[in-house]
């Protein structure tokens, strides 16, 4: 018997702005391989689904995630605030150009060297879940190796497999090196929607965080959250790291969805 399973997910920019997507486009053009103005991850291990791509060229009007299954069925999400309120966030950040981003990489000599998570927020103010990542579990878990994060965060992970895995046909070896993960986000700061590209650059924390004094600093997690200016209606955000070699997919051990502990 053939397994369904989630082949790839999608994030797609809308065509309006190819100044914007441009940058981006070349900003993460060293994580992957581009083709058609899609760009699709480079993945820890070539045998692991889903796939993770980037269409900077979509002719939707909407920032969309499409999550495609090997059937060719595709469930498509909006990256929006459909909640009708809007809510200032508790933070104070300033987005800075994609221009200035690159400019300091360059003049530093930092570069990107890892993507761990891509990943989206969508605000929700009323109880429990965002409707559409309720949909997401009941529709996905059977098809991926998606998890629920392991302290109760409404912070979804799904994390790269093969289809054995997926298919229940294998245990997962949480101890192998698994990216890019993509992370899926009920949260209730703010009314803009997140979109989130979680990388790793060959600098220390110390160097980055004077690199770009605009950013949120996380001192508890050695990390700086830096906010692009973009013409969308979300924030986009790079949340930069310390490389580090491994992974911590075996943190997601006992939290798969649908997994008898």
């Not at 070349?26 to 699709?40: D, I, T």
Request: hydrophobic letters at 35%; glycine letters at 6%; one cysteine or more.
């Amino acid at each position: 018997m053939t397994t369904i399973y989630l082949e790839r997910i999608i994030i797609k920019f809308p065509d309006t702005h190819m100044d914007f997507t441009n940058q981006l486009a070349l900003l993460f053009g060293v994580l992957g391989q581009s083709k058609n103005q899609v760009l699709e991850l480079t993945g820890s291990d070539q045998s692991f689904f889903p796939k993770l791509s980037l269409d900077f060229q979509s002719k939707s009007s909407d920032m969309l995630a499409n999550f495609v299954l090997s059937n060719g069925e595709i469930t498509s999400v909006k990256i929006e605030n459909s909640t009708g309120l809007n809510k200032q966030s508790p933070h104070s950040y300033t987005p800075i150009k994609i221009e200035t981003v690159t400019q300091r990489f360059l003049h530093s000599g930092m570069k990107l060297v890892d993507m761990d998570h891509v990943g989206f927020n969508l605000p929700w103010f009323s109880s429990g879940l965002h409707p559409d990542i309720s949909g997401l579990r009941e529709h996905l878990y059977l098809r991926c190796l998606y998890h629920t994060f392991p302290t109760g965060e409404p912070w979804d992970f799904i994390i790269p497999g093969n289809t054995n895995e997926i298919g229940g046909f294998k245990a997962v070896e949480y101890t192998r090196i698994r990216k890019p993960k993509f992370e899926i986000v009920s949260f209730d700061k703010t009314s803009i929607p997140l979109i989130q590209f979680d990388v790793a650059v060959n600098a220390k924390y110390e160097t980055f965080t004077k690199l770009f004094p605009e950013s949120l600093n996380d001192t508890e997690f050695r990390n700086i959250w830096v906010y692009l200016e973009n013409p969308y209606p979300v924030d986009i955000c790079l949340v930069i790291n310390e490389f580090a070699d491994g992974d911590w997919s075996d943190f997601f051990k006992g939290s798969k969805l649908g997994e008898t502990p």
